[in-house]
Nanobody
Framework: QVQLKESGGGLVQTGGSLRLSCAVS????????VGWFRQAPGKDREFVGA????????YYADSTKGRFTVSRDDAKNTVFLEMNGLRPEDTAVYSC??????????????????WGQGTQVTVSS
């Protein structure tokens, strides 16, 4: 069983930055693929980005490419989502998710087995 816990959400103004953390309970996380998703009120859960350890690749949604960065610190069992240039439309609950193999694009909710509870990010205009 893998447990995930997000932190780092909050309220920020348009153009601001936040760094989210996803603490992973597994002893070694380099075998895991970890993704970030977000869900705004009334909308479906949306892919943000993913770090595929199994493929040694990082993936981003078109809406976040160039503004968001996914990275990991295996020694700290933590995956990060660095968000810059935030916009009001980025407001959502952000969740991290993990699996042992997320496929070739890692952008589908169904690719992941383990999920965190989420952290709220609010961007004011």
């Amino acid at each position: 069983q893998v447990q995930l816990k997000e932190s780092g959400g909050g309220l920020v103004q348009t153009g601001g930055s936040l760094r989210l953390s996803c603490a992973v309970s597994r002893r070694t996380i380099n075998v895991l693929d970890v993704g970030w998703f977000r869900q705004a009120p009334g909308k479906d859960r949306e892919f943000v980005g993913a770090d595929s350890g199994s493929a040694a690749k990082i993936y981003y949604a078109d809406s976040t490419k160039g503004r968001f960065t996914v990275s990991r610190d295996d020694a700290k069992n933590t995956v990060f989502l660095e968000m810059n240039g935030l916009r009001p439309e980025d407001t959502a609950v952000y969740s991290c998710a993990a699996t042992y193999y997320c496929g070739t694009s890692c952008d589908r909710v169904g690719d992941y087995v383990y999920w965190g509870q989420g952290t709220q990010v609010t961007v004011s205009s």
